[in-house]
């Protein structure tokens, strides 16, 4: 199986979404994951995380684990990890493919800040229940009445939804609806929306009859 060897300088790359139209000046006492990281806690999305049921297991006391509060939780976790990881990265392409980019202040901080970022945001675009409500979603659009909103729909537009996918959702709100201070979407680097992209490839592909919600 052929694997492509990792661009970290590419993948590392902080520039926004809408930079053209919104240049911003880099700032020394903030990197720019960290700027994400606020975007997303102030957005109206991740916000909303508070009315989305999270599992958890019946307890003795009145709190209720909700995504808002677990989103919180896995990013503290991200961050610590992004951190650990980032250490070993620098070391062993500070020299090399990293040599600009340690220049210029990267460090392990801002591994950890651009996984915290992307696990904020993980859970925005996904429905209630998770998998089962994907599923619902699915199984909806296949019903007589589903398929009659599909009807003025193109090919990929159906796909999108008679396979509904919670990150893909994600992704379309964190680039195109949500706004904030009159961006047309919260502008987020490429390395944070690509870190957040747990599944790169479109909803319409071949070979899926198996998978389908009938």
């Not at 808002?68 to 976790?77: K, P």
């Not at 980032?86 to 800040?113: Q, R």
């Amino acid at each position: 199986m052929f694997c492509k060897k990792m661009q970290w300088d590419q993948l590392l790359c902080d520039e926004r979404q809408g930079h053209e139209q919104h240049p911003g000046e880099k700032q020394r006492n903030r990197n720019q994951f960290e700027r994400d990281f606020d975007r997303i806690i102030f957005s109206e999305a991740f916000r909303r995380l508070k009315d989305k049921t999270q599992v958890f297991p019946v307890t003795d006391n009145d709190h209720v684990h909700n995504r808002l509060t677990h989103s919180l939780e896995v990013s503290c976790i991200g961050r610590s990890l992004g951190r650990l990881v980032g250490v070993k990265i620098i070391e062993k392409y500070k020299d090399t493919v990293l040599k600009n980019l340690t220049e210029e202040g990267l460090n392990e901080a801002s591994f950890g800040a651009l996984v915290q970022a992307a696990c904020l945001a993980h859970d925005i675009g996904n429905p209630p229940f998770g998998h089962s409500g994907e599923n619902a979603i699915q199984s909806w659009f296949y019903s007589e009445l589903g398929k009659q909103h599909l009807a003025t729909l193109s090919e990929s537009q159906k796909e999108d939804l008679e396979w509904f996918e919670g990150n893909a959702q994600g992704f379309r709100i964190l680039t195109t609806s949500e706004r904030q201070s009159g961006r047309k979407s919260l502008q987020l680097t490429f390395a944070t929306l690509a870190t957040f992209t747990k599944y790169p490839r479109e909803s319409l592909f071949k070979d899926q009859e198996s998978l389908k919600t009938k």
